[in-house]
C-alpha cells in the first residue's frame, strides 16, 4: 500500500520558511510585492485567486488582486500589465489562467516583464527553464520536485512520464526533471499506446484533467504517482488518478485535495520571494 505524499503538511513546513525570509528581507526595508489579474468569472479560479491572496497575508506579502469583468479587452488587460510593469514597488505579476475564449492569455503572459514573470511562463524565462539558467520556476512543476525531495525520492536515472502537455504543468515538469537527470516522456492525447508507456514509469504524473483516467493496470508495481488532476465531479474533487485502487500498486502517491495543489500556492509565494530577492540584488 502506497505512502502518502502529503503536500498540504509540506506547505505549511515552507510556509513557516518562507515567512522566516519575508521577515528578514523586511528588516532591510523589503517587502515581496504581488499582483493577480484574473479577468471574467471562473468559479475555480476565483477560488485559487484567494487562497493566493490569503496565502500571502499570513506571509506578510503584500498582494493586490485584480479581479477584471469577463468583457474586458485585450487591449485593456495589456495596458494593466504595461502599469504594473512600470511600477517600481510591485516586484511580480500573474496573469491567473484560463481567461475568456476572446484574450490570447499568450499575448498576456508575453507582454510580462520577465523579471516579474512569477508564473515562469514567458518566452524568456521558459527558455531558461529548459537551459537550466532559470531564477524563476513555474509554480505547480517547482512544488512537485519539492514534495519529491521532501519525501527523499531520486530522480536520477529514473524512467518519468507526465500525462499532458500543457505550457503550466507538462512541459516545466519535464524540464525540471530532465535536470534532475530523470529520463522523461510527456504523453498526450495523440499518444499510442499510453498504457505500454506508463507501465514502465517509475515516476508517473498525470496532469489532464480527466477524473480516473489513471486506473492500476496502467501503474507499475511500487511507481510513484503524482496527480496534478482537479476535477469536480457531483460536488466533490478527484483528480486523474483512480486513487483507491492505484494506491494498491503504488510505492507512493498525491491524494487529492491535499497534494500537489496546495504546494502550488506555496511555490507560487517562493517565487514571489525570489523575485524580489533578484530585483534588490540579492541572489
Ligand atoms: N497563471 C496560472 N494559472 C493557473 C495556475 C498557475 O499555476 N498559474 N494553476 C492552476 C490553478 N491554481 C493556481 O493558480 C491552483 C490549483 C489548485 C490549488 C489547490 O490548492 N487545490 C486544492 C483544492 C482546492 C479546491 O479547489 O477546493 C488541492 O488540490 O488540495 C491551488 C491553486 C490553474 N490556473
Request: with cysteine.
Amino acid at each position: 500500500m502506497a505512502e502518502i505524499l502529503d503536500g498540504k503538511a509540506l506547505a505549511n513546513t515552507l510556509s513557516e520558511e518562507i515567512k522566516e525570509k519575508v521577515k528578514a528581507m523586511s528588516s532591510n526595508g523589503i517587502k515581496p510585492h504581488f499582483c493577480v489579474i484574473n479577468i471574467g468569472d471562473d468559479p475555480a479560479s476565483k477560488v485559487y485567486v484567494r487562497a493566493k491572496k490569503r496565502r500571502a497575508e499570513k506571509l506578510g506579502i503584500d498582494q493586490e488582486i485584480f479581479q477584471l469583468p469577463a468583457e474586458t479587452t485585450e487591449e485593456e488587460a495589456l495596458a494593466l500589465i504595461q502599469k504594473l510593469n512600470n511600477d517600481p514597488q510591485i516586484n511580480g505579476v500573474m496573469v491567473q489562467l484560463p481567461v475568456p475564449n476572446h484574450i490570447n492569455s499568450d499575448h498576456l503572459i508575453e507582454a510580462i516583464n520577465p523579471e516579474k514573470d512569477v508564473d515562469a511562463l514567458t518566452a524568456a524565462n521558459v527558455g531558461r527553464l529548459w537551459q537550466g539558467t532559470h531564477f524563476v520556476k513555474p509554480a505547480t512543476a517547482c512544488g512537485i520536485i519539492d514534495l519529491l525531495d521532501h519525501y527523499q525520492i531520486s530522480l536520477d536515472g529514473k524512467r518519468a512520464v507526465i500525462i499532458g502537455r500543457s505550457n503550466i504543468v507538462g512541459k516545466p515538469l519535464a524540464a525540471l526533471l530532465l535536470e534532475r537527470n530523470a529520463t522523461v516522456t510527456l504523453a498526450h492525447s495523440h499518444t499510442k499506446n499510453l498504457t505500454e508507456l506508463t507501465k514502465q514509469a517509475d515516476i508517473l504524473v498525470a496532469a489532464v484533467g480527466k477524473a480516473k483516467l489513471v486506473t492500476a493496470d496502467m501503474v507499475k508495481e511500487g511507481a510513484v504517482v503524482i496527480d496534478v488532476g482537479i476535477n469536480r465531479i457531483d460536488g466533490h474533487l478527484v483528480g486523474d488518478v483512480d486513487f483507491d485502487n492505484v494506491k494498491k500498486r503504488a510505492s507512493y502517491i498525491t491524494p487529492v485535495p491535499g497534494g500537489v495543489g496546495p504546494l502550488t500556492v506555496e511555490s507560487l509565494m517562493q517565487q514571489v520571494v525570489a523575485l524580489t530577492r533578484r530585483q534588490n540584488g540579492k541572489s
